[in-house]
């Protein structure tokens, strides 16, 4: 059992970390006050491979592996949560997906053009009413000879605004449940494909985040990912893997608040003394460092695993668990360490304690995280 980074991993690790203090971190501010997602950083996400890390060489990703992923995306969430969930969504979600179910004419097609730097994709689950519970989905996909008619609407899907390709799932046949749906691969350019607003949100405000309609959308069959039926498994399979990367951007957002608030405690005088010569900060700062590199352990447990092969369900899902509760906690402590400064939009952890309450709640909630780790116990 090694705990150390490779000496690949961490020039990785230092190349995803120069990436995001340059190209990302001058910008973070004015994307998070503007709401809206630079195209241009996008342009450089896939320019630079962000956005194939643990993909085939064969179709053009980096080749990586998902500890590698996992380290890009600590690094970029350090400084930008809205620039993680866009890598995430992407990577973890839309490519897994066909990764994993497609044929090898479908990762030609459709993989190949999202790893190689030439296209985005996004991923589209949740509705208005079917959030956790799948099942409750209102979005129908109805075979018409060789093409399937889809209609329906999903919201918060995240990178919608400027992707060019969409995962979605419907429903084949809803009499039988999570068994009925069906994943399809949608071009942004289909006719009946209408992407909404911007969703106005509390946290990682720049990131694409919108409600996409699908009306009489001619899908042709040639498109659903495996077999009639398989699209739950499909994205609960993609979940699994996602989860890994909201642990990895929890922690990323946790270590970047601490940094900042480090920065100021040694900075900021009270009494005639620098707050960071107190007990009381000193035991603090150490109390958060710890749970962030617990969590940050976790995170690369399950990503190891998940790289070896192994059954990384339960450890993802532990790993979310954990590290979501972790960043709101430390995120918190770190807003209250800077005191009246750390509520002003000056500093970042401001946004850093916005951002961080989604971990708790999309790629599945923290109650759904129990429930997956409470059946992997078999204790019912």
């Keep these: 059992m090694d705990f150390k980074l490779s000496k690949t991993h961490l020039l990785q690790q230092e190349l995803f970390r120069r990436f995001a203090e340059t190209e990302i971190k001058p910008i973070a501010e004015e994307m998070d006050e503007s709401e809206v997602f630079d195209l241009e950083l996008v342009k450089k996400l896939l320019k630079y491979g962000l956005m194939g ?24 969430s350090k400084v930008d949560a809205s ?32 790893v190689d730097g030439s296209k985005v994709g996004c991923f589209g689950l949740t509705e208005p009413n079917a959030g956790t519970d799948a099942a409750g989905q209102q979005t129908k996909a109805v075979l018409d000879g060789d093409h399937y008619i889809i209609n329906g609407t999903k919201i918060f899907t995240t990178n ?36 909404g607003q911007q969703i106005k949100r509390m946290g990682i405000r720049a990131a694409s985040n919108c409600e996409v309609s699908y009306e009489n959308v001619k899908v042709p069959v040639a498109n659903r990912l495996g077999k009639e039926g398989a699209g739950f498994k499909i994205a609960m399979k993609a979940l699994d893997g996602g989860r890994i990367g909201i642990a990895a951007q929890s922690v990323g957002i946790a ?19 620098r707050i960071s010569s107190f007990q009381n900060t000193q035991f603090k700062v150490a109390e958060l460092q710890t749970m962030i590199d617990a969590a940050r352990l976790m995170t690369w447990r399950a990503a190891v695993t998940k790289d070896e092969g192994g059954n990384y369900g339960p450890e993802a899902a532990m790993a979310k668990l954990f590290a979501s509760e972790m960043v709101n906690d430390v995120t918190r402590a770190c807003v209250q360490l800077m005191g009246g400064y750390g509520y002003c939009r000056e500093y970042p952890v401001e946004r850093m304690m916005r951002d961080a309450k989604i971990t708790e709640i999309y790629e599945g909630t923290s109650e759904a995280m129990k429930m997956v780790i409470a059946g992997s116990m078999k204790i019912s």
């Design 53 to 76: 890390i643990p993909y085939s060489r064969d179709y053009g990703g980096v080749g990586g592996d998902y500890l590698g992923y996992a380290l890009c995306m600590e690094e970029i």
């Design 83 to 114: 620039t993680g969930i866009t890598i995430s969504v992407h990577t973890s979600l839309a490519c897994s997906c066909i990764d994993g179910f497609g044929t090898e004419e479908q990762k030609q097609k459709f993989l190949r053009p999202l």
């Design 255 to 273: 270590q970047g608040a601490l940094n900042e608030a480090i920065k100021y405690v040694k900075e900021r005088k009270q009494f005639g003394k």
């Design 160 to 195: 919608s605004g400027f992707a060019d390709t969409f995962v979605v799932f419907a429903m084949t046949d809803k009499s039988l449940g999570t068994k009925g749906i069906s994943a399809f691969v949608i071009d942004r350019d289909m006719p009946g494909v209408k992407v």
